[in-house]
C-alpha cells in the first residue's frame, strides 16, 4: 500500500503541472456538453489563473511563455472557426489551457485534441449514418475540383445536408487526459 502512493505522489510531483488545467478542461467539457457554450467566465478565470501560475512558477520569463501559449492556442484554432467549423468558445478554450501550458505544451494538446476531434467526428458520423454518405460527398468534391479546375469555380449544391456537430470541448478534455497521461 505504501508503494502505491509513493508511485502517485511521484506521479502527482512530475505531471503536477497538468492536474490543475485538466480539472479545468473537464469543467470547460462539462459545460459545452450541457449547453453547447463555453462560459466567457470560465475561459478569463483559466486565463489568468494560467497566467499567474506561470508567473510565479517562472517568473517572467513564464508569464511570457504563458502569454505565447495563448497566442498559439488562439492563431491554432482561428481558420477553423472563420470557417465555420468550431465556436468562438473553442478558440478561447485552447488559448486559456495555452496560459497554463506555455507555448510547446499548447502545441502538443493541439495535436491530440485534433485527433480525438478527428475520431469524434467520424464516431458521430458513423452513429448517425451519414458516415458513407460524407465520404461519397467528398469524393465527388475532390473529382469535381481535380477535373474542373481549369474551368473556374465550381458551385456548390444548393442545400447540403446539414452534419451534426460537436461539441469540441470534449476532444479538449481527451487531448488533455492524453497530455497528462504522458507527462507532455
Not at 512530475?14 to 459545460?31: D, E, F, T, Y
Not at 462560459?39 to 506561470?54: V, W
Not at 456537430?165 to 476532444?171: E, F, L, Q, T
Amino acid at each position: 500500500m505504501l508503494v502505491l502512493f509513493s508511485d502517485a505522489a511521484g506521479w502527482i510531483g512530475s505531471h503536477g503541472n497538468l492536474v490543475i488545467p485538466l480539472v479545468l478542461a473537464v469543467w470547460i467539457a462539462w459545460g459545452d456538453l450541457k449547453t453547447r457554450r463555453i462560459p466567457n467566465y470560465l475561459t478569463l478565470a483559466t486565463a489568468l489563473g494560467g497566467l499567474a501560475f506561470s508567473f510565479m512558477s517562472h517568473g517572467l520569463q513564464g508569464l511570457g511563455d504563458g502569454f505565447s501559449g495563448m497566442a498559439v492556442g488562439f492563431g491554432l484554432l482561428l481558420l477553423p472557426y472563420l470557417l465555420g467549423g468550431m465556436g468562438a468558445g473553442d478558440i478561447k478554450a485552447l488559448a486559456a489551457l495555452g496560459a497554463w501550458l506555455g507555448f510547446w505544451g499548447t502545441l502538443f494538446l493541439f495535436c491530440y485534441m485534433a485527433l480525438a476531434g478527428g475520431i469524434l467526428a467520424l464516431a458521430t458520423l458513423w452513429w448517425t449514418g451519414q458516415l458513407w454518405t460524407k465520404i461519397r460527398q467528398g469524393w465527388i468534391i475532390l473529382f469535381n475540383w481535380i477535373l474542373c479546375r481549369t474551368y473556374g469555380k465550381v458551385s456548390a449544391p444548393a442545400t447540403k445536408p446539414k452534419t451534426p456537430g460537436i461539441p469540441y470541448g470534449v476532444a479538449i478534455v481527451l487531448g488533455m487526459m492524453v497530455m497528462t497521461w504522458r507527462g507532455v
